[in-house]
């Protein structure tokens, strides 16, 4: 089993939608969870970044951990057709030998059209 | 913005010639990584870097090589390419104690015939 999962998709909504993106984990130690944004041939960008559980909301997104469940979100809100990209989310422990080894997500394939 | 480079963005090679991928950042980074990722699949760490002279190996095994030698420069090396190194490689670097905070560079999409 994977220590992240993250459905593909792919999803395709029409503009202005609210799109939420999932994730879930079976490590319990990890306490950095990111989200990037990756447009065709292009690298990961650096979306979101949370530590530990709560919210946090920057313009149209909004991410939210819940670490009883193993479960993290990124909500799109009006989502616009420069949207459309492939959306992963990654995790890392806060501490030790592994902080910063950052374990993905498959990606969800994201498509806003018009 | 993140300033992290990488040569060539796109490379196809024979089988059996060495190549060296490059990867440079302008953020005065000590930490840098090099991850694979193949289409539809999650990107996989194969090295990462804590500063000049350190080099580690990642959790996917990889035939290739790493060299910090400068703080901004990590060439990722294969001695003898094959067509299972089909892939794209990603470079990113990190400030320590911000490891959580990854800059990625553009990518190189290397095709081995």
């Known amino acids: 089993q994977k220590e992240v999962e993250q459905d593909p998709g792919p999803l395709s909504v029409p503009e202005g939608a609210i799109v939420s993106l999932n994730c879930t984990y079976s490590?319990?130690?990890?306490?950095?969870f990111m989200w990037y944004r990756q447009y065709s041939r292009k690298g990961p960008e650096l979306l979101m970044y949370?530590?530990?559980?709560g919210n946090k909301e920057d313009g149209r997104f909004t991410a939210q951990v819940d670490k009883s469940s193993k479960y993290i979100s990124l909500f799109i809100r009006d989502s616009q057709p420069s949207d459309s990209a492939t959306y992963l989310c990654?995790?890392?422990?806060?501490?030790?030998?592994?902080?910063?080894?950052?374990?993905f997500g498959q990606g969800t394939i994201l498509t806003v059209h018009p | 913005e993140a300033d992290i480079y990488q040569t060539p963005r796109y490379l196809v090679i024979g089988t059996g010639k060495k190549i060296t991928l490059e990867c440079s950042q302008t953020?005065?980074?000590?930490?840098m990584y090099w991850y694979q990722q193949d289409p539809g699949m999650e990107l996989h760490l194969i090295h990462y870097?804590?500063?000049?002279?350190?080099?580690e190996k990642g959790d996917l095994s990889s035939e290739s090589t790493v060299s910090r030698i400068r703080t901004e420069h990590f060439p990722l090396t294969l001695e003898s390419a094959r067509p299972s190194h089909t892939s794209q490689y990603l470079c990113?670097?990190?400030?320590?104690?911000?490891?959580?905070?990854?800059?990625f560079g553009p990518g190189t999409r290397l095709l081995v015939l």
């Open positions: 490590n319990s130690a990890f306490q950095y």
């Open positions: 870097s804590y500063g000049v002279n350190s080099t």
């Open positions: 949370t530590y530990s559980s």
């Open positions: 953020m005065g980074h000590d930490k």
């Open positions: 990654a995790m890392s422990v806060a501490g030790g030998t592994s902080y910063g080894k950052l374990t």
């Open positions: 990113a670097s990190s400030a320590l104690g911000r490891q959580e905070t990854q800059y």
